[in-house]
Nanobody, 121 residues
């Protein structure tokens, strides 16, 4: 499966942004989808995940500001990010796996190319 992440940009503190992950090549609905982010000099961090059945899981401290969703009919996943903070600045990646939800990056064999989110104060 091929993934294409988009929607990143430069925003101000407190703004909202919606990221998109477009999938092709396989039936998206059978996959667990996740969003990760990586800031310069830091490890890749789990942001949110959603199983094929709709179970969601969020990274520490992100639930309530971030919301993951998916539209299997359109083979797309989304990450709605509200009340953005400078600490949210990172490259955001979408990933999928044909198994249960996991927070571990190495469990995901398919990755998009990443989209840059920059939150300016």
């Amino acid at each position: 499966v091929q993934l294409q992440a988009s929607g990143g940009g430069l925003v101000q503190v407190g703004d909202s942004l919606r990221l998109f992950c477009a999938a092709s090549g396989r039936t998206f609905g059978r996959y667990t989808m996740a969003w990760y982010r990586q800031a310069p000099g830091k490890e890749r961090e789990f942001v949110a995940g959603m199983s094929w059945s709709g179970i969601t899981w969020y990274g520490d401290g992100l639930k309530g500001r971030f919301t993951i969703s998916r539209d299997d009919a359109k083979d797309t996943g989304n990450l709605q990010m509200n009340s953005l903070e400078p600490e949210d600045t990172a490259v955001y990646y979408c990933a999928v796996r044909d198994s249960v939800l996991s927070r571990t990056p190495s469990d995901y064999p398919y990755w998009g190319q990443g989209t840059q989110v920059t939150v300016s104060s």
